[in-house]
């Protein structure tokens, strides 16, 4: 037991022990320099002899090489990536550098990561400690905390030890503070018992319980020296190394500057400076490094940051100097380090940087390709090459989710750029960056202004500048900049051959929709969802807008066709970025046919997808659409908690999706409980903001006009039902039509409507709720069996559909009609399976292997394992053969 953290040891010691009985986690270690987190990790390690360890430290000058740090956490194992899913393995090796890269997404990278741990762990529980992780390079940090968020069924322990600044969310952390005054006593007298009680008194007050200080300082030639943490301990480092033979100073600053701790290239860099493995000695024995195999490591980073800052310039650029002689096949460190001594313009180095970024991106080390384009452009002269490395500089920044740089830098590039095609890049990089932010409406104005500066000089690049802005604006629910891209592009000269047409005319309906209502829209939107249906493989864009504009036009079906096979395309091919609209489209879907289990899956899904992209747009989206399904379940805490998400994200993006679905799912949730003055009223408050610019206006125009007929007020009923009536007319829909005359018949009830609401359609909720409507008036007209007939359909829906609380007003209602209610039925088997318990069913009755099920849902093939045995026993199966000859439904 280290000192004064035996808390922390044993939060520690249960991950450990979970990871021994086969489950995973993560956690995240937070603390000041020196506090004790690499001594907590050391400490961990010696306790899991049992397990396998691999270890990985984030370094400081390793920050812009990508990669860096995951390639030192798995290259002990590496040998076994050749086990994982090809395409896996393949983004793997690429991003390592052990293979040709292909640019494959990020998120796959981050998959193959989870994927490798899972197989290592096969053999036995494993331990991964990653220390300095505020250090980490970007891409490296990105794929362990994607797998870390993934961690399950493994039987992996992932403990990452970082700064404040190192952002992990979603995994659980725990914050070391300073020693209590007993323990830091204890440790003081156990590393110098000779103190003299006036330097010991002054030590303990001066430390401030901080552990590295209570060793270091008493090594000071002056341990009152005021000065603040954790400073002190780097001069004392400084102090110390000072005190060495110049040939062990700079061998520690070869070590410090080299950023591999590759022990080989720090010996032939210091055999060209003239330097013995003595010096390396020298070093050892001063307790500073730490040479082990093939590798050379600093007893404590700090010590590191100590060699670098207190070196003479001189000497550093001697150092990097010798590196950059000594690596003649790593061309990417070789640059760096030539960078680092390049004090003035130098093109030469520029071209070389630029060449390393483009390597870095082609691996998604976006950031590190950002870093080294702005190195790039500090070297360069040439205005047109400076405009160029500025522009590729803020698109990697972007990429690599670094907005406030991407900002800046597409900034300079365009006080400089001048060729179109070059404006509408930066115009839309500078949208998208605005985008992300949340700042949808400053994204807008920027498409519109990089439109005008090239609409005569290259239409078609305008054009799509013009129907981004337009699809922001709708999504804005903001008629007024709507209405100005769809004039923008009806004046553009564009050619048939641009390929435009379609998304020209899908922006001018959506013009249309918000001005005079979403019935004029209808017929300027059906053929993008007809082109979208057409298309097999690729143009994702235009397939999500198809299956957004299906929900749009009431063809649920072709929306959940479209949004289906997108899913499964994104998903196999690892095309993660698509992958969270494709999900709201098909939890929309699913919504609207009934299939609420499954709508609940896809949208936790896209939920966890969206939340690890950074996309707080798409995190409202599902979080309003979760919070319905809530309703309709009748789980009223975790509707208005999602609720309450939902609208948190609405006041930063002031994208009304979401908070349509939120507000019309607690008023739904108000109409079940009989709360109904409640729900009219919170559903025309949404009707007074932007609200009343999505379709689901539109589709809560029944519950708006039951509520007002339930609340004794009939004459706030009919502006829901004028609206609805507009856009069933201009739709044509079975189910439009039945709907509206469930309406009718609630206003003036009668059997001619009633009997119509009833026909058979595609929406099963809606025609249990025409039951349950019917069978009210019919028990109200005294002909209690007709209404036993119709209420005992709808409390079968109802229950089948998991409707809690409908279900609960049906029963009641056919109680009071005479009928003695039996216990439940039996629920349906899939309603007990959790979310993720579906989505591996679903799956796992197509044929798919463990292996396959794990990539498309981004788990290991263990945590399909676990969730799939867990799913046999609910299902009544026990085995893949059972399991596949029950009837699960449509997906």
């Known amino acids: 037991m280290i000192k004064g953290r035996g808390g922390d040891q044993e939060v520690i010691d249960g991950l450990l022990e979970s990871a021994r009985a086969g489950r995973s986690g993560a956690l995240v270690i937070y603390g000041d320099p020196g506090i004790g987190k690499s001594a907590l990790l050391r400490s961990t390690a010696e306790r899991a002899a049992d397990l396998r360890v691999l270890r990985s430290v984030g370094v400081e000058t390793e920050a812009e090489l990508p990669f860096a740090a995951l390639h030192q956490l ?261 640059a760096w380090h030539l960078a680092a001594v390049a004090l003035g313009p130098d093109e030469q180095v520029a071209v070389a940087l630029e060449r390393a970024a483009d390597r870095a991106r082609i691996r998604h080390g976006h950031a590190a390709a950002a870093a080294a384009l702005e190195r790039a452009a500090e070297l360069t002269t040439d205005p047109g090459a400076l405009a160029r490395r500025l522009t590729e500089a803020a698109v990697a920044a972007a990429d690599a989710g670094l907005p406030d740089r991407a900002q800046a830098l597409a900034e300079r590039a365009a006080r400089l750029v001048e060729d179109p095609r070059s404006i509408a890049r930066l115009a839309g990089l500078r949208a998208r960056v605005a985008f992300e932010r949340g700042s949808v409406h400053t994204a807008h104005d920027i498409l519109l202004s990089g439109a005008d500066r090239v609409a005569e000089l290259d239409p078609l690049a305008a054009g799509l500048m013009l129907v981004d802005a337009g699809r922001n604006a709708w999504q804005l629910s903001d008629p007024r900049r709507v209405e100005e891209a769809a004039v923008r592009l009806r004046r553009l000269p564009l050619r048939e051959e641009d390929g435009l047409n379609t998304a020209v005319d899908a922006v001018a309906a959506a013009a249309d929709s918000l001005n005079h209502g979403p019935a004029r829209a209808l017929p300027g939107m059906r053929p993008l969802v007809l082109d979208a249906r057409g298309i097999e493989r690729g143009s994702y864009g235009l397939r999500v807008n198809g299956a957004f504009v299906a929900g749009l036009v009431g063809e649920f079906e072709w929306q ?268 349906d088997k899939l309603a007990d399976l959790s979310p993720q318990e579906l989505q591996i069913v679903r799956l796992a009755v197509t044929g798919l292997t463990n292996r396959e099920i794990g990539a498309r849902l981004f788990v290991s093939p263990k945590t399909v394992s676990y969730h799939l045995y867990r799913a046999f026993p609910k299902l009544g199966v026990s085995s893949r053969v059972e399991l596949a000859r029950l009837d699960l439904g449509a997906a």
């Open 74 to 334: 798995l290259r002990p194992e590496l040998a076994r990536a050749e086990a994982l899913p090809e395409r896996q393995a393949l983004a793997l090796k690429g991003a390592l550098g052990l293979g040709e890269a292909a640019g494959e997404d990020r998120f796959l990278i981050g998959l193959a990561t989870l994927s490798l741990l899972s197989e290592i762990a096969e053999d036995g529980p494993l331990l991964c400690l990653v220390d300095d992780a505020h250090w980490l390079d970007r891409a490296s940090a990105d794929a362990l905390l994607f797998a870390a968020r993934r961690l399950d069924a493994e039987g992996v322990a992932l403990l990452f030890a970082a700064r404040d600044g190192f952002s992990a969310p979603g995994l659980p952390e725990r914050r070391l503070g300073p020693l209590d005054a007993e323990s830091a006593a204890e440790l003081l007298t156990e590393r110098d018992p000779h103190l003299a009680e006036g330097v010991r008194s002054r030590i303990l007050a001066e430390s401030r319980g901080n552990p590295l200080a209570l060793i270091e300082l008493p090594r000071t030639a002056d341990p009152y020296t005021l000065m603040p943490l954790p400073r002190r301990i780097q001069e004392a480092y400084a102090t110390r190394i000072a005190e060495l033979p110049a040939g062990a100073q700079l061998m520690i600053l070869l070590a410090a500057v080299e950023d591999t701790g590759d022990l080989g290239t720090v010996l032939r860099a210091a055999q060209r400076l003239g330097l013995g493995a003595e010096s390396l000695g020298t070093a050892e024995r001063a307790g500073f490094l730490s040479p082990s195999g093939g590798g050379v490591t600093f007893v404590h980073p700090l010590m590191r940051a100590a060699a670098v800052h207190s070196a003479a310039f001189d000497q550093r650029l001697v150092a990097h100097r010798a590196l950059a002689d000594v690596l003649d096949d790593q061309d990417d460190r070789r």
């Open 560 to 827: 959940r066709e479209i949004s289906a096979a997108l899913v499964e395309e994104c998903g196999a091919l690892g095309m993660t970025g698509w992958l969270p609209i494709a999900h709201v489209t098909l939890a929309a879907s699913a919504v609207y046919l009934g299939r609420f289990a499954d709508a609940k899956a896809d949208a936790a899904e896209g939920l966890r997808i969206a939340r690890d992209f950074g996309q707080p747009h798409r995190t409202g989206y599902l979080e309003g659409m979760l919070a319905w399904i809530a309703a309709v379940e009748g789980d009223d805490a975790r509707c208005a908690e999602l609720a309450g998400r939902c609208a948190e994200h609405f006041a930063v993006t002031g994208i009304a999706n979401g908070v349509a679905w939120s507000e019309w799912g607690q008023a739904l949730l108000d109409l079940s409980r009989g709360r109904h003055m409640q729900a009219l009223d919170r559903l025309e408050s949404a009707l007074a903001g932007p609200v009343r610019h999505q379709i689901q206006a539109v589709y809560f125009a029944p519950d708006q006009v039951e509520a007002a007929v339930r609340a004794g007020l009939p004459d706030r009923a009919k502006e829901p039902l004028d609206r609805l009536a507009e856009w069933a007319a201009a739709a044509r829909l079975d189910w439009a039509d039945a709907v509206l005359a469930r309406c009718r018949a609630l206003i003036e009830p009668g059997d001619e409507l009633f009997a119509a609401a009833s026909r058979p359609h595609g929406r099963p909720m809606e025609r249990a709720r025409t039951e349950l409507a019917y069978g009210e008036w019919l028990r109200r007209e005294r002909r209690k069996r007709e209404a036993r007939t119709r209420l005992r359909a709808a409390l079968e829906t109802f229950q089948r559909l998991g409707a809690a609380p409908w279900a609960e007003r049906a029963a009641a209602e056919l109680r009071a009609a005479g009928e003695i209610i039996a216990a439940p039925a039996a629920s």
